[in-house]
């Protein structure tokens, strides 16, 4: 077998780890909406414009809050496309709805490198990020996982929650999208909260 077989086999491996593990983490841990100590907490990260994030970025108007991060194989690269679909298929409605793609790899993730990778695909989402303790203040609050898993070659990628969060205009947790969940189920939940407002 060749040297790139088998990187090719390792990465497979290690991204469907880290989405099996990722999802099992979040259905444990991530509370259903109205129950508490979701969301709560204080954070303060950047744009990548250089704007300030805070937990008042996510009130006013309902919001898709996404954790990820630009080296991901797989998950976040999908669920940014299906954020920007999504966005096309809400028409006018999505001018009522906000998006947040929060970086949980701030060592590499700096605000330049994560508002291109964003900018890349779709200009309605924000691209978030922050120093360690900034992110893992932000994590925290919002009851996401993310962890550094190290690989063989000495580099490492990310396992992190997969589920886009559902976030109503007065900053308050009130469902997920789950990844591969499908754009009928996703577009009738992100209508119900710009409905709810």
Same mark, same amino acid.
């Given at each position: 077998?060749?040297?790139? !077989?088998?990187?090719?086999? #390792?990465? %497979?491996? =290690?991204?469907?780890?880290?989405?099996?593990?990722?999802?099992?983490?979040?259905?444990?841990?991530?509370?259903?909406?109205?129950?508490?100590?979701?969301?709560?907490? @204080?954070?303060?990260?950047?744009?990548?414009?250089?704007?300030?994030?805070?937990?008042?970025?996510?009130q006013?108007?309902?919001?898709?809050?996404?954790f990820?991060? !630009?080296?991901?194989? /797989? =998950?976040?690269?999908?669920?940014?496309?299906?954020?920007? =679909?999504?966005?096309?298929?809400l028409?006018?409605?999505?001018?009522?709805?906000?998006?947040?793609? %929060?970086?949980?790899?701030?060592?590499?993730?700096?605000?330049?490198?994560?508002?291109d990778?964003?900018?890349?695909?779709?200009?309605?989402?924000?691209?978030?990020?922050?120093?360690? @303790? /900034?992110?893992?203040?932000?994590?925290k609050?919002?009851?996401?996982?993310?962890?550094? %898993?190290?690989?063989?070659?000495? @580099?490492y990628?990310? @396992?992190?929650?997969?589920?886009?969060?559902?976030?109503?205009?007065?900053?308050?947790?009130?469902? !997920?999208?789950?990844?591969?969940?499908?754009?009928?189920?996703? #577009?009738?939940? #992100?209508?119900?909260?710009?409905?709810?407002?």
């Open positions: 077998m060749s040297l790139r !077989t088998i990187r090719i086999a #390792l990465w %497979v491996a =290690v991204a469907g780890f880290a989405v099996l593990a990722t999802l099992a983490y979040f259905f444990v841990k991530v509370p259903a909406p109205g129950q508490g100590g979701i969301g709560g907490g @204080d954070y303060a990260l950047t744009t990548g414009s250089g704007a300030a994030f805070t937990p008042a970025s996510l006013g108007k309902p919001s898709m809050l996404f990820g991060f !630009t080296h991901c194989p /797989q =998950v976040c690269p999908t669920t940014l496309s299906e954020m920007a =679909v999504w966005y096309e298929e028409g006018a409605e999505g001018e009522k709805l906000n998006a947040f793609f %929060v970086s949980v790899d701030p060592e590499r993730d700096t605000p330049a490198v994560v508002e990778y964003v900018r890349a695909v779709s200009d309605k989402v924000t691209a978030v990020t922050g120093s360690p @303790d /900034q992110v893992a203040a932000m994590t609050a919002w009851g996401a996982f993310a962890e550094k %898993v190290p690989l063989e070659d000495g @580099d990628t990310m @396992d992190h929650t997969a589920s886009v969060y559902l976030i109503d205009g007065q900053g308050q947790f009130q469902g !997920t999208i789950a990844y591969g969940e499908g754009s009928g189920p996703a #577009l009738e939940k #992100l209508r119900r909260l710009i409905a709810k407002g």
